[in-house]
């Protein structure tokens, strides 16, 4: 068979699974006789309404001399992890915007980072394919940094997300541009489980990131280059438990949504979407143009503890406060004042709800908090 013979039934494998992918995209929202924002309207309930003081900028973490990739906050609240561009993780107070660590890392290329349950230790990976540990309570070296205290070594790929498992400081999950997640057992360093690679039912693309359900610590989901999110429990690697389909671009981002049942993902076609990992549907999707009447790529996502707001951070810079019943976007922070002046990267909501920290490509965080006594219900 010649060259321009292949190259012809390669294009019409093409066109034959995108003409497959549109009839099945035609089928499922033939399925669905409402979303979730329709059905709500016509119960007439009313959007979040926010004041001029319901969410202001009330501290901003300045210590990074570069790109803020990665940010996460401890159980207790009151201390938020970072990594960034320049190769640092730092660990601040949020209460007093202090650094109490600045960890330098074997390799400067980090991309996500992560607190143990019990803030004691953080973790870090990125272009390196290993995930570092450390112990915050050990002792410094002459130079006063922070040692390893165990290597997670194995993906072929860079790491782009890590978890740890809820309650327990001994197991962590990451994601890879190697097309796998992997469990890890921190106290041997050893991977209990691979999730994706040579299985059918893995991921085609790199793995961007993980969420682990807060209410089954044994369920995880992982969103994809491949536009797709999966549902892996671990006591099953073999296999993802469900392929969620709709978007058009990479998801970025996955976070579960507080009740277990249903997760939230954020992707590079400019909108989030809502889930239920029951019936396998998509409930809701979340888009709007920006100012300049184009799509942004949605870089990452939170939800409020009670799930009413989703809070979305943009490659442009705005980030998004949604009513997720009404699928309305109620604020910007990036219309607000001290807001970021480049792209969001990373953002997280404070264990007990009461803050809101975003992380920027301007080597900046800052920290939003609910003023007054609104109640979102």
């Known amino acids: 068979m010649s060259v321009s013979e292949l190259k012809e039934r390669h294009v019409a494998a093409i066109e034959t699974v995108n003409s497959l992918k549109e009839r099945l995209k035609q089928k499922r929202h033939s399925l669905l006789d409402t979303d979730v924002a329709g059905y709500v309207r016509s119960l007439g309930k009313n959007p979040v309404c926010f004041g001029a003081t319901d969410l202001v900028c009330c501290r901003t973490l300045q210590g990074h001399t570069g790109k803020v990739y990665s940010l996460d906050w ?4 009151n201390r938020i992890v970072s990594a960034s561009q320049d190769g640092r993780l730092i660990v601040w107070n949020a209460l007093t915007s202090q650094k109490t660590h600045a ?24 272009l390196d394919s290993v995930c570092s540990i450390f112990n915050l309570n050990s002792p410094t070296d002459r130079d006063g940094n922070l040692q390893v205290s165990r290597t997670l070594s194995g993906h072929k790929g860079y790491i782009s997300s890590c978890q740890y498992v809820p309650d327990e400081d001994t197991h962590l999950i990451t994601g890879s541009g190697d097309q796998t997640c992997v469990l890890w057992d921190i106290t041997t360093g050893l991977r209990t489980s691979v999730f994706g690679g040579e299985f059918q039912s893995g991921h085609a693309a790199d793995v961007l990131s993980v969420s682990i359900s807060g209410s089954n610590s044994r369920t995880f989901i992982s969103g ?22 709709g978007h058009e671009g990479d ?9 277990g049942n249903r997760f939230g993902t954020g992707s590079d076609d400019g909108t989030c979407r809502l889930f239920d990992i029951r019936t ?11 100012s300049d009447n184009t799509n942004s790529h949605v870089t990452s996502i939170a939800f ?18 949604w009513d997720t019943l009404l699928a309305k976007m109620v604020l910007n922070l990036g ?10 990267s990373c953002l997280g909501l404070s264990a007990d709800g009461s803050a809101l920290c975003t992380g920027s490509w301007d080597s900046n965080l800052k920290i939003w908090a609910f003023g007054g006594h609104r109640k979102v219900t």
Request: some cysteine; charged content about 15%.
């Open 304 to 321: 409020s503890i009670s799930g009413r707001l989703l809070f979305a951070g943009y490659k442009n810079g705005d980030c998004y406060v």
């Open 224 to 245: 994809s280059c491949d536009a797709t999110a999966r549902l892996w429990d671990t006591r099953v690697a073999s296999r993802a438990v469900q392929t969620f389909h």
């Open 251 to 259: 998801v970025n981002a996955v976070k579960f949504f507080s009740d």
């Open 335 to 344: 219309t607000l004042q001290n807001s970021h002046e480049g792209r969001i």
């Open 280 to 290: 396998g549907h998509e409930l809701q999707v979340y888009h709007q143009l920006h």
């Open 74 to 77: 401890t159980s207790e609240r």
């Open 103 to 126: 960890i330098k890392l074997p390799c400067p290329w980090v991309m996500t980072c992560a607190f143990s349950p019990s803030g004691q230790s953080v973790a870090g990976g990125g």
